[in-house]
């Protein structure tokens, strides 16, 4: 039986790629000389410092240029309230990955209700969508598509 999987990834070489054009734009920049203004990676939180929210502000509007030239969504972006602290001010981006219970269940319920010819299962952080015929899965991708979720969805392992 044909199948497809519905995950939510993101790349971590292309984020580290990103991440490092930021970093690179933002030591070049005559607005930020000085400031000591950097990107920090530790896992799938991006720590940005700098001296202002206004700084701060600029280097999350580097940041979402440089991932979207790379190819990564950023809706998949978590963007936390600044903290300020005197002379230093931090924010703290977190990169979602997978799809949580809520969201797959959300998923799952499209499919049903668009009486489509196909059956969708919820395997950990991905949602199985198996169907007898290869153009009833494509019509789910469609439906997947168009519908305005909250993560950006990719579609694997497409099996005949």
Request: proline letters at 2%; glycine letters at 4%; hydrophobic letters at 35%.
């Amino acid at each position: 039986m044909p199948s497809f999987d519905i995950v939510s990834e993101v790349d971590k070489h292309e984020l580290a790629n990103a991440l490092d054009q930021a970093n690179r734009e933002v030591g070049n920049r005559f607005d930020f000389k000085g400031s000591g203004s950097k990107y920090e990676q530790e896992e799938k939180v991006v720590t940005l410092h700098s001296q202002s929210d206004f700084q701060l502000k600029q280097m999350i509007d580097i940041l979402q240029d440089k991932l979207t030239r790379r190819g990564i969504d950023i809706a998949c972006l978590k963007i936390d309230e600044p903290e300020i602290f005197g002379r230093e001010a931090r924010q703290r981006v977190t990169v979602r990955e997978g799809l949580e219970t809520t969201l797959a269940k959300e998923i799952v319920k499209q499919i049903k209700e668009s009486k489509l010819k196909v059956q969708a299962a919820i395997q950990g952080d991905s949602v199985r969508v198996t169907g007898k015929k290869r153009d009833d899965l494509q019509e789910a991708i469609a439906l997947l598509r168009k519908s305005k979720l909250e993560m950006p969805l990719q579609f694997k392992n497409f099996r005949d």
